[in-house]
């Protein structure tokens, strides 16, 4: 019942709650070309921090949770809406929905933690770490090549693909999720740079092309 | 800019690194024994090389983790990348991996 009780609790909040970069709503619409390159925020999705050694008892157990953890740079792991990014030889972002976290009814760091057990390692709530931005198109690779220094071309950077870099300065992890869609994961504090920094990348595809 | 080979991450840009100083710069195995002069000698003296120089870096927006590089001071040339724990992989003379001068040359 008590558990209930702060669920409701939980739930009236939700309302009053409001993403790092809510105010930008606006400006990410109108500064989207449709067909082109848009950008949205999806924002309050679920994430996990999970260290582990990958090979461990835990590992493995963590592992069956989650969908599997990655084991090189750059793989993604899990099947559906609950995926695992490579962000270091044994640290890893479970990324899920919002509604798989515990406060919303959901059970996905419970069962982290359960896990994990009391084997050496650690599993974090960080769903208000990061928040998501989806940027999409045709233009959207071009977009992110203006200020992301990694090679972004389908040759190398291949769709289901997750990397920790830097992307206007500030440390971001870059995950592309389709063929022209790319995730990316600014903290919380940078989403409105990153996001300003993005609609000013993406203004020249406005207008016409200047043959 | 430097192109640094991360071992974890592969080939990435020098912005996404953190420098961390001298590496094989190993603790005193009885601190509480060396005197003031040893301890400041330990802490805050480091070889100031012309040329091959083993340094540590951190890939701090990457996989955040530590490795080893030997790198030409003069031409900024990477010759060698190498796990933490590991030795300096060139034939380096022995005794050049900690620190044997003393500040200004001192004699001890």
């Known amino acids: 019942m008590a558990e209930t009780a702060a669920l409701a609790h939980v739930n009236g909040l939700r309302a009053a709650r409001r993403s790092p970069a809510s105010h930008l709503a ?3 619409a109108a500064g989207s ?3 082109t390159v848009t950008l949205k925020e999806i924002p309050y999705q679920a994430m996990v921090g999970i260290r582990v050694e990958r090979t461990s008892d835990a590992g493995t157990r963590l592992a069956s949770v989650a969908g599997g953890l990655p084991a090189t740079c750059g793989e993604v792991t ?4 609950v995926n695992a990014l490579w962000l270091g030889p044994a640290e890893f972002l479970i990324v899920a929905p919002e509604e798989s976290h515990d406060s919303l009814g959901g059970s996905l760091i419970g069962d ?3 896990a994990l057990g009391a084997d050496e390692g650690q599993v974090v709530d960080l769903s208000a770490n990061r928040t998501t931005f989806e940027l999409s198109g045709s233009r959207a690779r071009a977009v992110l090549e203006k200020s992301c220094s990694l090679d972004l071309h389908p040759r190398t950077f291949k769709a289901g693909t997750a990397l920790a870099t830097e992307i206007g300065h500030i440390p971001v992890v870059l995950w592309k999720t389709g063929e022209e869609t790319f995730r990316l994961f600014p903290r919380a504090s940078f989403a409105d740079y990153l996001g300003r920094w993005l609609v000013d990348s993406m203004r020249e595809y406005a207008s016409p092309e200047v043959p | 800019m430097l192109l640094i080979s991360c071992p974890n991450c592969g080939p990435r840009d020098e912005t996404e690194f953190h420098y961390g100083g001298q590496a094989h710069v190993a603790y005193p195995e009885n601190p509480a024994a ?3 002069r040893e301890w400041a000698e330990y802490l805050f003296y480091r070889d100031n090389t012309k040329g091959a120089f083993a340094e540590r870096w951190v890939h701090s927006t990457g996989c ?4 080893n590089m030997l790198r030409d001071t003069v031409s900024y040339e990477i010759q060698s990348i190498y796990r933490m724990g590991e030795p300096r992989p060139d034939a380096a003379p022995a005794g ?3 620190i044997t001068t003393s500040p200004e040359g001192a004699q001890k």
């Open chain 1, 26 to 28: 606006e400006a990410f």
């Open chain 1, 33 to 35: 070309v449709p067909g």
């Open chain 1, 78 to 81: 899990g099947t559906g809406s």
């Open chain 1, 112 to 114: 982290l933690t359960a």
């Open chain 2, 34 to 36: 060396l005197s003031d």
């Open chain 2, 64 to 67: 955040r983790q530590w490795f």
């Open chain 2, 96 to 98: 050049t991996a900690t």
